[in-house]
Structures are given as C-alpha cells and as structure tokens.
C-alpha cells in the first residue's frame, strides 16, 4: 500500500536535511558501509517502525531495517529495538529524523496504553481527539490505536460533532440535529455536544446518536446514563487524567476521550549505535 | 516577507479539513460573521501567534486576528491573547489547527524560559537540538529563540557536527578535523563531539572551534574549561533538566543544549470562545 | 473559504495553456478591455458559476464575473447566464476550461433534477455513488446536491460500505459487521450490500444500520422493506433509469443510488460572446 | 516512458482513498492475496488498460495486471478484458477509480470509432477539440486516436485557432493572419475561422494554411471546398451528428471536428469479479 | 495573466533562501524602509524586468519596483534601470536572484541583437535552439524575441523537427515524413534535417515543409536555395558565428538557428545601490 | 542517496517534453532499442555525468549509461565521454536536456579549473559566490568543486556575509558584528565586507573572523594582508580575472571569490552518436 505518511517523513527529511549533511558527506565515503542497533533507554511501547523504514527508505533505498519486535509490543529498557544496516552515510543522515518519528509515536502509543489499562474491565473505550500535533494527524491517531485506543473522527470532513458554537449560531440542539439528518450523508451518526442534563434530554429527543459530556462531574456523568439508557453512545471529555479516568469509566460511559495522548505524550528514549 | 511556515500551516489544515468541514458547512450560514477570544487557561509564554494569524489567512482571508500581546510576552491565566473576527465559518474551522500550533510553540517558549531563567547571571547559553518534533522544526526553533534561547544549527545543512560515529568512520578525532578543513566553506566554524578530556586536548591541539562535552559530569566538565582556557567554545549535552542546569552553567561552559524543550514541552492550556 | 476546486482549476488550465496561449497573445494587445456574456443554448440547471469565477480568477484576477442567477436555478434557452469583463486576454484564454467545468456540472445536477423531480411526494432519496469523472469527485458531488440529490460517502475513507468482495473476504455479513463494529469511529454507521433476503435478515440480526439492496426487482425490494420494517436504512442500487425509479422509491426504500448522475451527465450548451 | 497521466492517477487517487479505505483495512488481512477479472457488459472498444495499470501500481506496486487484448481493439459484452493479482486490499481499493478511467475512455474511444465508422471511403478526418472533461485532456485525447480519430491541437500553445472574436480584436481576418505569420514559429500552421464564402476567400487570399467552416450547411460547405482548390485545409465544426457526419465528409471537407466524442461519451459498462 | 515564470522564481528564491537570510533578518529591523537603484554598468538591452518585479513581489509584496525603460530598449553604462523601494529586509533579500535572472537574460537578449543587426536587410530570421539553460527554457525563448530573434519550437511536443537519427530509424526521410503527415495534428508544418543537396531533393520530394540545413558550408546553402525554389523553408544551423552569419543570411535561407543566444550568453554587469 | 537534483531535472524535463515528443513518438517504435555514444568536441574538465544518469532514468529507467571517466577527469576533444543504451525513444527524447545540463557544468568546472591552475603554489584557495544560474545553484556549486574550487556558502542561510548596505542599515561595522554575535548560532563565523583599510581594523578589533575585501586593488591587498595579521580570513573580491587572479594570490590573501565561473561559463562543446 502506498505509505499514506510518505510525504510527512518526505517534509521532515527536508526541514533537517536542507541541501545535505555535509559533516557525514565530507566525513564518511559514499562506499563505506554500517550496522546499526537502536535500543531502547526506558521501558515504553514501541510504535512507528513502518515509519524509520519509510524514512531510511527515502534517505537511500540500499538502507534495510530489521525490527526485532512489531509495533504494538511493550519493550524493556537495554533491550533492542531493530537493527539497521546499509551505507554509513544514509544511517547517520537519516537518524535524527527516523527517531524524532519513532520517540513521539512509542511515546503516544505507551501514554494511550497507561490508559486504556487503568479502564479495563468497564465499557469504555479511550478516544482521541483532534488535538494532535500539526502535521502529524494520521501517525498519532495510527499509534492511538496501536496503544489500544479508538480513533475519533480523523478531521472535520469525516464526521459530525455539533459543538457548543455550532449550536448556538444553529438556533438549538433540536434545529441543529434536524437541519443536520436533513443534509448530511446517511452514514454519519450525529453527536452533539452538550453541558448539562437538560441537553442531554434535549439531544435524545432529537434523535442524537452521540452525545459529548463536555466537562461533567462523576456524579452528572451517572445521571446522564440513567438518562440515555442506551439510546445514544456517551463521551465523556474535559481534563481527564491517568487518576481521574477509572472513575469516569464505571460511570458507565461508552467513550473517554483524552487530549494529553496525542499532545502532550512527549519523547520515549532511545540509543542508536554503530556497531559495525 | 514570505511566511517560511505557509505550507507546514496548509498541511496541517489539509489533514484536518479534508474534502471540509462538514458540521461547520451545514449548521453555520456562509453570510453569518462572529467574533471570538482566546484565553489563557495558566500562566505560560506567549508563542505562535503569526502562525495562527496564517492558519486563519488561509482558511479565510477576510477573518482578522488582533493580538493583545506580542510573541515572548508571558500571560497570566485568565487573560485574554487575542480576538478574531470574520466569517464564523472560518472562525469555527480553523480554530483547532491554528489552537494546535499555538499551544505548543507557548510550550516550547514557556519551557526553554525556565531554563532560561534558572541560568540567569552565568555566561552560558540555552541552545535547542535537532531533536524537534517531525515537520515542526523551523517553528519549534523559532520558539526556543523567542523564549530566551539560542538556536544550535538548524539542519545537517548549515552546520558542522563531527559526532562520535564520524570520528569512528573518518579515523579519529584529527582526521576528521582536518579533512572537514580542507573541504567545507570557510564561513562555518567545526564543533566536535568528545566523551573524555583527554579527547577535549585532541579536539583542542587539532584546531576544533567548538567542542561538544558529552554526557559528562560537572567535575569533568569544569576540567574541560580549565583545559580549554578559551580557546574553543564548550557546550554541555545530555540529560539536563531544570534541576541540574544551574550547577552545569557555573561550571563555566558556553552552551547548554537541551533536548526535551522542544520534544517533550507538550502543550499550554487556552481556550477559544465565539462572544459574538 | 478557501476554494477547495482551486488545485483542480489549476490542473486543468495547465492542461489547455501549457506555455500560454499564442493565438491570443500575438493577436490581442495586452491593454485590451472586452465584456462578453454567457447564454444558454437549452434549459437546464445551472452549476459551477463558483468553479468559473475561480478559473477566470487564475487566469488574470483583473476578471469579473457576475452571475445573473445562482447555482441550483434553472434557465432557459436563450437566456443570459452572467457576464465577464476584464482584459480581453485573459477571457479569451480562460473560456474554454471554465465553460468544460460549467457544462459538465451543470449537465450533472441537470440530470440529477430530473431522477428527484420523478419521485416527489416519496420518502426516497436520489443519492450519488463514487462512479464520478476522475479528478471531479468534490465538484460533481456538489452538483447534485444542487440539483436536489444526496451524496452517498465522498471517499474511501468517510463511510462504511462492505461489499459483497468484503464479506467474502471476511467470512460472512455478521463477522464482517462485528469486526467493523469493534474498531471504527463511533460517528460512522455501517452499511453492508446485499444480494438476496435471507442476506437482508442477517445484516438486520448482525446491527446492520444501513442496507444496500443490490440489484433487487420491485417485489423483492418491497419485501425487504417489509423484512427491515425501519430498524436499517435501505438503499436500492443497480441500473435505475428515470423510467424505472419511480416505482422503485414506491416500494418505501430510503435511498436510490445512480451512477448515471456523475458518469454520463454529459455536457449542457452554452455559448460565450464578446460583446463589446 | 514516463506516463505522463501519472499524476493525474495520483489525483484521482487521492480524491478518493483520502486518508484510507476504512472498510477494506478493518476486513481484509494485509496478507490476504485475490485474483480478479474484469468482464464487459456490453460491446466497445477497449481503452486505458495501460492507465488501469498505472492505478493499481499507484495503490500497490506488487498488483499486476495482465489484458486480454490491448488498447484499440473491440470487445462483446461477456468477454474478459483483463486479469489482476494480488494483494486483495490493493485491488479492491484501487477497483473504482481504475474502472472510472477505463470506462470513460474506452465511451470515447467508442463513439469516436462509431464516427469514423460513418465516413468510411470519404477522405476526411474525425479530429478532436478542446471540449474535453477538465484534467483529462491528454487521456482523452489519446482515446480519440485510439478510436482512430486524430487529434487537433492539445491546448493553446502548440497549434494556431484564429477564433472569430480574435479577428475582431486584431481587426480583420487579412490583418489577424499577417501579425500572426510575422510571430509565430515557422513550425505552426495557421488556421482560422470563417462564417460565409466572402471570409473563406479572405482567409485563403491572406496565406491561412487551414480555414475552419463554422456551423456551414452542406451546401455552403461544397462551396467552400470548391473555392478552397485544395489551397488549405478545410475543417467543418458544429452539431456534427452521427446522423449528419456523412454527409458532411462527402462535401469534400478535410477535417470533421467534434466535441461529443470527449464531452459527452459518458462510460462503457464493465463489471469487476474477485474470482478467488 | 498568470505569470507562467511565478514556478521558476520561487524555485530559484528557495534554492537561495533555504531557511532565511540569517544576516539581514539579524541586521536589519523589520519595520526599515529602503529605496534602491539598478544601474547599469555596461551597455546592452535590457530583459528581464517583470521577472526581477515577479521575484521582489515573491519575497515581500510590499515591494514596487519601478523600470526606467521597457525591456527590449537599450541602455548605457552608467544609466538607471529601475528604482525598488520597500521593506529593506525584502530588498536585500531578493536582490541577488532577482539580479542573477535579470543579467541572465540581458545578456540573451544584447547577443541575439548583435545577431539581428548583421542580418539587417536579408529576408533571413535569427532562431533560437532547444540549447537553452535547464530550467530557463521560457524565459530564455522570451529574451531572443526581446532581442528581434524568433523562436524555433518551444519544446518537444509543440513542432516536428525530424533529425538525422529519426530518420535513420524510421527508414529514410520519404518514410519518416509520410509516416508524420499521417498521424500528426494538422497545425503541424513538418520539418526535416538534412546533410546534403540530395536529401534537399528527397525532402522537397515527400512534401516537407521546412528543411533545416545541417553544417552546409556557403556554397552548398545557396544550391540548397536554388534548388528548393521557395517550396520549403530553409533553416541553415551549425556553428554560426557574429563573423559568419551575414554571409549565411545573404545566401537566401529564411532561417538561421544560432545556439549560443542562449546557452553561452553569460551575464550583464549591472549594480544595485541603497540610496536611502 | 536522494540525488538532491531530481527535482531540478524533472522541471527541466517538463519544459522541454510538455506533453511528449511528438517526432520522436510517431517516429520510433516503442520496442526500438539504440546505443549511444557522447563525445567532446574539445577539451575540457568532465562534469555533470550523474547528472545525465538522472535525466534519463527519469525518461525512461530502462536505459543505462556508462561513463568512461568521473566528473573531474579532464577529457580530449575526440573522446568518447560515456555510451548510453536503451530504448531508442528515451535516448532521443531525453538527449538535449541531458546535454544542456552536461554542456554547462563542464563549462563550469573547466573555467574554474582555470582559475586554480593559475594560482597553484599560493595559499590561496577559489572560492565560488551566489551569482549563479537561476535554479542550478546546487549544481554549479557542486561544479566548482569538481573543478578545485571552494564554495563559499550555499544561500542566505547557512552563512554570515555582512555587507556594505547591511553595515549601513546596523549602524556601522562594529555594531553590526556584535548585533550578529549576539544572536546568531556558534557555528557559523562572521564575514564582514570593507571597501578600506580603517574598515579592516575595525573588522578585525570588533572580532570578525572573515573579511571580504571588496575591489581593492594589489597594494591595498598587500596592506591589509599585513593589518590582518593572520587573525582573520581574508576574501579578495571583485572583477577577478584569469590575467589578475596570480598577482591577487600572491598578495597573501586566504580567498579569491569569481562570479564568472558561474555566471559567465557557457557551454562545452559534445555530440551525441547513435552508434546502433
């Protein structure tokens, strides 16, 4: 399949390799070849070896990667990761890069795993939100999934969610909804967005088949289930934390969403050596 | 002059808009105009606003964004960075976008600040890495000079960084000094990476303008200035956190360069209101 | 907004004016002002008058465009459909691409119109299918929600369609439904093709939300109406003519999807003349 | 050869996968390999099995695809065109815009040859225009020839068209063909348009190399063949019909344009078989 | 009209600008204004105006640039060309590639005058050749008009021109110009290269419409002329030189191609002053 | 590695094919192979081989080219520079793109061959400047080196160079130095331009570490080599010549900088056989 992230690490090769790397191009002949391992310096898990391929690819295409587990495993600290081996010129100028992917991605997919595992045992699904990375959208919502995750709508063209704005320049959640069924695809469901239990009566009513729990309480989110009893899926959303998630989820909820997995997760660390 | 992040700003909007925001599209007239507010939601280090004026440039041309405050100005939770008028289409469609980059180049600011401001009264320099997050590179460093930081080289372009793997290709610490010499432009001064004193000597004997002081501690890395006696630029790399910078600056080294202000700094908290 | 037709303008102007258009340019003087008008040749229903705006635009922005109706109104032959003035240049050389656009879209929601004139006062909807000129999939789809018709998914990537191909592939309708239950958005219903009734009972036991009723006679989709009895949107698909799709949404299926609409639309004639 | 419709496919593509094909990646295994046929529903000459390939090898270089017959050649519905193996997620994905082109341009392919069918013994050509679908220019064209059509100019700068409102920007047909031969390349023919006898012999009397006879009846076109002698080449252009091509090309005329054969050959009915 | 060159001055700021100049961004505040003058500092024809306006629009559109004179006049050492006034930074920052465009094509169209003004009085054209600069190919072809020259073909796909290895492969001239006539657009006049006085005849003989004379010495131009009777255009090529090319304008040839207009032109010495 | 020129070769290619090689496709039989031979027409320092590798890769992958010597090898007129193989369609349709590219940056390697030859035995090193071909920057670059020449740097980002208008807008030399002190990356050194002698000590007290010597003459060379004292690089610049560059050399000076091994190289003379 042609690698829908191809032109992302294409961009990012650019921003870093600018006109070339000329300390590796000066320094290193173009025949010399090189073995490399990348290990890991912290217990996470490992997500976007599709990626340093896809990336080594583009800086030369004699450059194999060989991953010694597959995207979705949790690794130890000390242990490896993958080896790399081809031309030492490609394997230097392409590091940074390659890593820069794989540390945010094993970051995103270990953060969404420390979630996904404080919720077992309920319904609840972890959900992530649009609030990713600028640029990066398709890869952290790809290591969402590989932490365990499920993916919110990919962007504003896949999906309705009627937000507070939305309702109040629409004239209601009511008017809303209805103009919405009236000129949307069949096969979208419709959420709607709403702040207290009035709306949620409201939603229900006009036959919303989602509806977003903007920032309740434990105690809101239990009465808003009692209310929908299974008429439409429940999001819960607003500020939920590795301690505050396990509570939300036996409210009894479908879906939490969590913005910290994909902006805020960071950098795992990871050692790149030539071993030859 | 020429935005330098106009096409990082539309691939960004690509990935979330795709064929259009379907919600906004429907329930919002293509007639209706609004007005809106961003707020800090805690205290950070204003970063990004050129690049949400573009975001909002590009979604629609007639919304204008007002600024309340400059890039670099910090803000207090509460307070108000900026209003945006126009078309409430374009308003609600490139909110989250334009949000996505602002949060985390504040980020990026707030962070490398604090280093900043922890090495205050020293003679050393915050300099970033090029451990930056994918696509973002230009803007990311962009950020750390507008926190109070100073910008190592931008790619393996416009820089000369003899690291541990050339000086194993090109057959020493000497070698690659002098053969980098004698090929690359005159306008660039070499750096090279060195792990122990007595490499410091070879690096300084070989002529090195800047010697990169690897993961040492701060008893060897005040050795290495002793040693040096001004004779080349010093920068301490490796794990520094906001704890530990102080004591490494006082050792006397010229630059401090740290990863984690722009990998991991995350995201600042705001928060966007239609008021009109 | 940002015309998301604008790539598509531009790839075809490039396809007709190549390195520019030498006719025009050694005949015509630069300085050279012209007002032209466009009429109708036949009645139809007009669509794209944004799509030319935007060509007349690329080719010299100093064009103006003013419709004497909107998009979704019909006219008659012989009637002014708007008129454009500008350097006579520019006019010339943009024509041809612009009226390509406009007789193709407007001949689509033509033909549209006459599919939804034909089941009014029905519960039917007339709905697109991906069968679109290659390159015009946005634009199309646009013109025939403006000549009164819905769009079924926009791509691969925006709906849930399991195909007869998929459930062979997936072992059967009900594991191909429960596997696409348990990783795809919340915000997508599922919709599977069917083939005969039992086939119908099985999407329906599975949690089928939409049904597409492939090829199906009139008595059998009448049964398959009666079998759903409103748990699942139903669609019938394959070779509707406008003689044959009265009686097909008299069966009370909730969609009717046409190929035609897009794919053999043809062109509808205009004629473009300077008049001054 | 570069297959100059590479980025047209990519295009194409694009507008339909978006970021993926959800329903195919959730229910098909990566591994799983399938074997397909394409088969004709009805009878038509076969164009654009080499863009097909090129599809598929954009969706997934390790589908190949092997026709039956090759472009040009005529099939009976029933008949296999062509089969493709491979990885089944490929072939499915890329099935709906492979069938797009090959059904449009094999309807152009189709009708042209039903035209040149018509004047079969008469000494004129079947040539194209530029009235074709906006971004298949070059495809279209090619299924004219395919047809066994000719093609006039490819766009506005590789061949010489006096239109009417460029003779009366230039000030007359004599003065519009003088500048023109002071300008263009010794390598371009000049042909102009004329509305009656008087303007034929003006054209011919000026040195035009080629005089097309606008929207002439038989009889005026005899005429002008008479008062032509062979001095130029005559196109007649205008609701050229299969009906009424005959006897047009019987008047004596070299060149019969017409725009139905691209802009309205709509698409040729083939249906897609996973055989295993 | 769309400036087709906007591609090629963007490509060429890029390749210059990288990531920002570093010096005047650093130097120069933001808020400066400038104003500069062009002189020249050699006598020749200038060309190139719009694209320097193209470019300095590109880098900052506050920019104006104002010429002095048209392209195409001629001017002394010492005069003024153009004044730029503007954002300093803007200035300074696009001079030098708005220079290297500008002094490039000078130098074209200064050589190609030289060219024209020894011929004056023969009826014999100078043209240029595809030897043009990679990349510059348009606006090079722009400059030989600007400089009285003619164009030849613009590329590959807009003129035939028959050379000696075609023919070889295609069987001799008489087959490969049947061959052409048979499937070429009829806007097409048909041009075949020759070494000899008896391929001159072969030419004439299969109907061609241009002969270009390949490295024929005086003599055997003129028989060439006499022998094709003003039935064919002739097109002497090879190595003319400012010495050489009134005598082979004098033997009667229409055309004389001369590759050193464009690929040996060099550049013109011009200066760009900040006067205020 | 990513040849860095691929994209320079496509648009050189895309000018000079547009929509295809019309002579060469009627022509050639697709299946025609050939073999080719290119040979200098005089002496001259090869360079620019990948270079044509690239160009017909591009045409058409299936052709190979074999050079007889690398880039930097001189060559005889007479002898064979490399033989090409392969479809006969590429080889034709690719051969002047190819060689326009060859033909100028042998012109430019061999020029700046020259210009080292002349000073060999001095310290003195050439240096190449920005005024190169719109668009070949990289390449002519890479040409100087493969002539012995040095490159100064390769845009405006990856080196320093205050000049005349920058020192003027700063406020002076010493102002202007320390202003880029202050903020620009440790590895870059700061080159100043001076048009005096007091400007060299002000230079060199305010810490340049480069000075470029603008339009002096030898005795002010000499003298400002003696001020310097070795305690910055001196770049002699401005109207050097192959008659002028020994004496500027043996002033003492580090760098001569020549525009005219870019700007004004022009063309080797090459021919191109098919031999099969």
């Not at 990667?65 to 993958?82: A, E, V, Y």
Request: aromatic share 2%; hydrophobic share 45%.
């Amino acid at each position: 399949m042609i690698p829908i992230w191809a032109d992302i690490c294409k961009n990012a090769l650019a921003q870093d390799l600018g006109r070339g790397d000329i300390t590796t191009n000066t320094l290193v002949p173009a025949s010399q070849k090189a073995e490399a391992e990348l290990v890991a310096k912290e217990d996470f898990v490992v997500c976007g070896l599709p990626v340093m391929v896809e990336v080594f690819r583009q800086v030369d295409p004699r450059i194999s990667m060989l991953p010694d587990l597959p995207d979705g495993d949790g690794i130890r600290s000390g242990n490896r990761i993958c080896t790399i081996t081809g031309p030492a010129r490609g394997i230097l100028t392409g590091e940074r890069v390659a890593l820069n992917f794989f540390q945010n991605l094993s970051a995103v997919a270990s953060l969404t795993k420390q979630f996904v595992e404080k919720i077992k045992g309920t319904n609840a699904r972890i959900v992530d939100t649009r609030k990713t990375t600028p640029g990066l959208r398709q890869l952290q919502k790809y290591a969402v999934r590989v932490g365990g995750g499920y993916n919110h709508r990919m962007g504003l063209d896949d999906g309705v969610l009627i937000k507070e704005n939305h309702i109040a320049l629409a004239g209601g959640i009511t008017a809303a909804i209805k103009l919405m069924e009236e000129s949307v695809s069949h096969l979208h469901r419709i959420e709607v967005e709403v702040e207290n239990l009035e709306q949620v009566r409201e939603a229900l009513d006009a036959g919303a088949q989602a509806i977003l729990l903007d920032n309740m309480d434990l105690a809101m989110l239990e009465k808003a289930v009692a209310i929908a009893g299974g008429k439409a899926l429940l999001e819960a959303s607003g500020n939920v934390s590795l301690d505050s998630v396990r509570a939300i989820a036996e409210t009894g909820v479908d879906l939490i969403s969590v913005g910290a997995i994909t902006h805020s997760a960071g950098s795992r660390d990871v050692s790149l050596l030539i071993t030859t």
